[in-house]
């Protein structure tokens, strides 16, 4: 079974930065594009950004470009995102998700989320 934990949310203020892990096990990491999807309060989920397999190919919601990284460990079976300047509309449950990239991947290759708080 797939299997994605991620972890590194929590309450910041507008203008900061938060760093999200999320560990994979369950399938083979390295030969999975991997994306990051949000949902914020009441909204539907919104694609964030997705990498490739070797972690040299990234793309981003327009929304986020300039603002946030996605990287990979496939050593280490981890994918990461880097939010810098996060504004309160970057508000919502961050998942990790097995697939896609350039699209939400179906609900069950979703991880456990965590939760990004933008607030004064």
């Known amino acids: 079974d797939v299997q994605l934990q991620a972890s590194g949310g929590g309450l910041v203020q507008p203008g900061g930065s938060l760093r999200l892990s999320c560990a994979a096990s369950g399938f083979t990491f390295e030969a999975s594009s991997m994306t990051w999807v949000r949902q914020a309060p009441g909204k539907e989920a919104e694609w964030v950004a997705g990498i490739n397999r070797g972690g040299e190919n990234t793309a981003y919601n327009e929304s986020v470009k300039g603002r946030f990284t996605i990287s990979r460990d496939n050593a280490a079976n981890t994918l990461f995102l880097q939010m810098n300047s996060l504004k309160p509309e970057d508000t919502g449950i961050y998942y990790c998700?097995?697939?896609?990239?350039?699209?939400?991947?179906?609900?069950?290759?979703w991880g456990q989320g965590t939760l990004v708080t933008v607030s004064s």
């Open positions: 998700a097995k697939g896609g990239m350039l699209v939400i991947p179906i609900r069950r290759n």
